[in-house]
């Protein structure tokens, strides 16, 4: 009798362990669940985000672009796009050098590396053609610096200022 006892003692122990390594696994289904949750709200906040800042940068009138520190394109508005009969996503990993003539395109990139030498801001106006036809335009170009403060690309806006300039021409 002693032993079936010890027999049923032993199944019921290990019933016990089998229980409690079940409800350790539920507790542990519960937890990826919530985590999941929360990965996926994440996500959302994330999507969200980007729309407001898409919705934000395409509705900017000036044209505006990202480039990295040898001066590739990562990102352009389609404002700036169009001008060069892009889509938006079509500029990454390209350079100048495959928008603008050869002259123009060195410029830009001697623009780009002064600016991230210098680790400040720069305004420039100068001559933008497109579409054949040459306009005046007001460029601000910023270093774009990671977190220990070094330069890692520019940001590029600019609009046209050809009317303005026009106008102040024609004062006396």
Known sequence: MKEEEERAVEKLSKIEKAINEMLAMRQQVVELRESET?????????RASEKLYRTLIENLPQKLFLKDRNSVYIFCNESFAADLKIKPEEISGKTDDEFFPKELAKKYRS??????DKGQPENIEETYVHNGEASIVHMVKTPVK??????????????????????????P
């Open 111 to 116: 623009a780009d590396q002064r600016v991230m």
């Open 146 to 171: 990671d977190e220990r403060g070094e330069p890692v690309g520019i940001l590029g806006v600019f609009w046209d200022v050809t009317e303005a300039k026009t106008c102040e021409a024609g004062r």
């Open 38 to 46: 929360q990965r996926q709200e994440g996500i959302e906040a994330l």
